[in-house]
């Protein structure tokens, strides 16, 4: 992906409604499901990080990266615009959170991801821990170098 790709924090009241409105769509909505709330708790917990990437400026993805411990993180509710699926976007989304996550000093991540999404993780070299769940959990170490500025 060229350099207009951008992974920020989410901060604003803007922010926040884009957060909320491609995870509500993606991740609920496309699937069938109900129930998003825009207001959980976990979202604003102190260690944890709710991120977007921004492609000239505009929102195209989501993900939330949760501090468990200083060596620790688990990546959360992944997500990228339907109509951007399959362009190279989730790998830059995947590509920067570990970056970001280096930049805090984590050492390793983790993320129970959709079954469908499974071969995804393992082509960016994640490994399957246990398969035997809904949602596998599944691991990657991280390397020294590429610290998030």
Not at 95 to 112: H, K
Request: aromatic share 6%; with cysteine; hydrophobic share 40%.
């Amino acid at each position: 992906m060229p350099s207009r790709i951008h992974l920020k924090r989410v901060e604003s009241d803007g922010d926040w409604a884009a957060y909320h409105r491609i995870r509500k769509r993606v991740l609920w909505e496309d699937r069938g499901l109900g129930g998003y709330d825009e207001r959980h708790p976990d979202d604003r917990l102190a260690g944890n990080h709710p991120l977007l990437l921004l492609y000239n400026g505009a929102t195209v993805g989501t993900a939330r990266l949760d501090v468990v411990d200083q060596r620790l993180g688990v990546v959360r509710l992944v997500a990228i615009e339907s109509c951007l699926q399959r362009r190279g976007f989730g790998r830059t989304l995947m590509q920067e959170v570990e970056s970001y996550a280096r930049g805090l000093g984590l050492e390793r991540l983790e993320v129970n991801a959709a079954k469908d999404a499974e071969g995804f993780y393992q082509r960016l070299g994640w490994a399957t821990v246990r398969s035997d769940r809904k949602n596998p959990l599944m691991t990657k170490a991280l390397k020294a170098g590429n610290i998030a500025s």
